[in-house]
């Protein structure tokens, strides 16, 4: 079935607030989980809300999220999230690096203890309708392995970064992996395959089992290039925020286990180098003489339609998914028929 934005801000919210999560940060969490669904990263949507509920239950997220400035600069931060909900650690972590931004021509905040975000795009957002360039890196449980190597000890390590522009949405959005891990649990609940050269099983091997993989290792994306940049922003996200890294890393996809990884969350201010107008029109004037060929795409273009398509026929939800939602909602009293129907 597919349900509207609506409703699944609803559900997320009506559920989250039985469980103790303040309003305010319950529509954070709510939010950051509709814009990756209407983006079209549909594994880091609604299909990542069960495993922040196996959070809350087993104590690993806490429902009131208190965030603590350790150590901090006139341009820098470093942030202990005390294992509150991912989401709005960052969406704090990101309004202080703006401000510091907008104060210093950049703000850089290091988050440790928190938990798994969402999309990251959607804070890289945050600084671009700023006028800001933002910058998200992040590290997470081992799941890939070194370029010749077939023990993960690397995360997915998502990147992110949103340039503001006068015409365009221009914003990257992707792991330094061949897939994002959430897309082969995505495919494992869905019963469905994933693509040839993505992933190996435990013993090295190509497979294309999702559940295979997972117990195997992603690819990197580009070989040895994405392994590269996949190796520098462990350390960004890891040692330099005060994370663990590698092998130690924890909780991004098992919500039993503390989660132990570290994100930096980077705002630039384009106006302490030139003038913003002027940076926003050489922007465009980029995008033009790229788009002066037919059918040429920029980064953003494919979450563009996906937000339109998603608005207008609204958000799909698979059958083992929708179950699940409907238990999450049974066991807290929320009556899910009144919100997505029957």
Do not use: W
Not at 10 to 18: K, R, Y
């Amino acid at each position: 079935m597919n349900i509207t934005p609506e409703q699944e801000l609803s559900l997320i919210i009506e559920i989250l607030t039985q469980l103790d999560v303040p309003a305010e940060e319950a529509s954070i969490v709510a939010e950051v989980t509709l814009d990756a669904d209407l983006k079209g990263f549909s594994s880091h949507g609604i299909g990542r809300f069960p495993q922040y509920i196996k959070g809350l239950e087993f104590g690993t997220i806490k429902p009131q999220t208190k965030i603590t400035v350790e150590k901090e600069s006139a341009a820098t931060a470093m942030v202990n999230g005390n294992h509150g909900f991912g989401h709005v650690v960052t969406y704090r972590c990101m309004e202080l690096a703006i401000q510091k931004a907008k104060e210093t021509g950049i703000g850089m905040v290091g988050i440790h203890n928190s938990n798994h975000f969402g999309v990251a795009g959607y804070y890289s957002d945050m600084a671009l309708m700023e006028d800001l360039i933002g910058i998200i890196t992040a590290n997470t449980e081992p799941a890939v392995a070194p370029v010749g190597g077939k023990e993960p000890i690397l995360g997915t390590n998502p990147l992110a970064i949103g340039i503001p522009s006068g015409s365009h949405y221009v914003s990257v959005d992707m792991a330094t992996s061949a897939s994002a891990r959430g897309k082969l649990l995505e495919a494992k609940r869905r019963g469905e395959s994933i693509p040839e050269n993505v992933a190996l099983d435990a013993d090295g091997n190509p497979t294309t089992d999702p559940a295979e993989a997972l117990k195997g290792s992603i690819l990197p994306f580009g070989a040895h290039k994405g392994y590269a940049l996949s190796f520098m922003i462990e350390i960004m996200a890891g040692p330099l925020v005060n994370a663990s890294f590698g092998k130690a890393v924890t909780g991004t996809a098992n919500p039993e286990v503390p989660c132990t990884k570290g994100d930096l969350i980077t705002a630039i201010d384009p106006s302490k180098f030139v003038d913003v107008e002027d940076f926003k029109g050489d922007v465009d004037d980029l995008i033009a003489e790229i788009k002066a060929t037919p059918n040429v795409m920029i980064p953003g273009d494919f979450e563009v339609m996906n937000v339109k398509r998603h608005q207008a026929e609204g958000i799909p939800l698979d059958e083992t998914l929708l179950q699940q939602l409907r238990e999450i909602a049974s066991k807290v009293d929320v009556n899910v028929v009144s919100i997505l129907g029957e």
